[in-house]
């Protein structure tokens, strides 16, 4: 049987295994996600296309370049800011599983 604290002590192993496996994705999120090639290689056409567009005096070309380039960063944005909140999110549960068990510690006799 399993007792009150033993229970205890397994969650906070739970949480802090959970909690780093999700600060590592956060990190990982930063670091691929926002240097994806593609994401460079669209932006940089799109950069041509525009200059294009100006070149030949397209206004509607230009605008559409435009439009892509600003969800090109919308995009990038959105993954940093999943990066930045799976990395707190991961160091806030690191956090939580390592005050339960300093207290379930504390606690013992």
Same mark, same amino acid.
Do not use: F, H, Y
């Given at each position: 049987m399993i007792?009150?604290?033993q229970l205890l002590i397994m969650i906070s192993l739970l949480l802090f295994i959970?909690?780093?496996? /999700?600060f590592i994705t956060g990190?990982? @999120?930063l670091a691929f996600r926002t240097l994806d090639r593609e994401v460079h290689t669209l932006a940089a056409?799109?950069?041509?296309?525009?200059?294009?567009?100006?070149? #030949?005096? +397209?206004?509607?070309l230009v605008g559409?370049?435009? /439009?892509?380039? #600003?969800?090109l960063n919308q995009m990038v944005k959105t993954a940093t800011? +999943?990066?930045v909140f799976l990395a @707190?999110?991961?160091?806030?549960? @690191?956090?939580?599983s390592s005050w339960l068990t300093l207290q379930l510690f504390?606690?013992?006799p």
């Open positions: 007792s009150p604290t959970l909690g780093v496996a /999700t990190v990982l @999120i056409q799109t950069s041509r296309l525009a200059q294009k567009g100006l070149a #030949d005096e +397209i206004a509607g559409n370049a435009s /439009t892509l380039l #600003d969800g800011g +999943i990066g @707190i999110l991961g160091l806030l549960m @690191i956090a939580g504390l606690a013992q």
